[in-house]
Antibody, heavy 120, light 107 residues
């Protein structure tokens, strides 16, 4: 079965970086795009970007440009999302989600989420 | 960015009721509209993709319609497990924005 298993919770100081991992299994890793979505406490969902695990190409939301990187390791079927220059407003649950495929992008399988807390 | 606006923001209903949630886009998005639901502390679950296509395993009491800028999610015969927060999301153009959510509560 399709599974996305994410790394554990992180606490970071303002200005630091965080790298969240997402290990995929149960499907052909390079066949499906992966999205990253975050959700601040008590707030809605925010799309951050996506990566094509096959080609390694990425598309980021403009508001994160310059401080976000999405990468993948095809030898371990693992995706990574790094966010730099963290501020308190980046405190959120970060989730990876598999794109369902097809013309209309949608997210059919989700990781369990990783809480990132930014606090001094 | 394409803004997605859901209404209502919250809704009270009873088991067995029919409810409709609407989602409006700030520009035409054709049929590039998805619906998710989320329970507290859980990951979102895809319900409907491309406006009206039921994701595998989703009960047929859920349905979606619309096109262009106006979309609806309909739930007939509400079940106890349906009380959650619902989000629409457009994937017509990046960033793939979500609506603010509609919280469906038990009356």
């Amino acid at each position: 079965q399709v599974q996305l298993v994410q790394s554990g919770a992180e606490v970071k100081e303002p200005g630091a970086s965080v790298k969240v991992s997402c290990k995929a299994s149960g499907y052909t890793f390079t066949d499906y795009y992966i999205h990253w979505v975050r959700q601040a406490p008590g707030q809605g969902l925010e799309w951050m970007g996506l990566i094509n695990p096959g080609a390694g190409s990425t598309s980021y939301a403009q508001r994160f440009q310059g401080r976000i990187s999405m990468t993948r390791d095809t030898s371990t079927n693992t995706l990574y999302m790094e966010l730099r220059s963290l501020r308190s407003e980046d405190t959120a649950v970060y989730s990876c989600a598999r794109d369902r495929g097809g013309i209309v992008k949608s997210m059919d399988y989700w990781g369990q989420g990783t809480l990132v807390t930014v606090s001094s | 960015d394409i803004q997605m606006t859901q209404s209502p923001s919250s809704l009270s209903a009873s088991v067995g009721d029919r409810v409709i949630i609407t989602c409006r886009a700030s520009q035409s998005i054709s049929d590039y509209l998805n619906w998710y639901y989320q329970k507290p502390g859980k990951a979102p679950r895809l319900l409907i993709y491309a406006t009206s296509n039921l994701q595998s395993g989703v009960p047929s009491r859920f349905s979606g319609s619309g096109s262009g800028t106006d979309f609806t999610l309909s739930i007939t015969s509400l079940q106890p497990e349906d009380f959650a927060t619902y989000y629409c999301q457009q994937s017509y153009g990046t960033p793939y924005t979500f609506g603010q959510g509609t919280k469906l509560e038990i009356k």
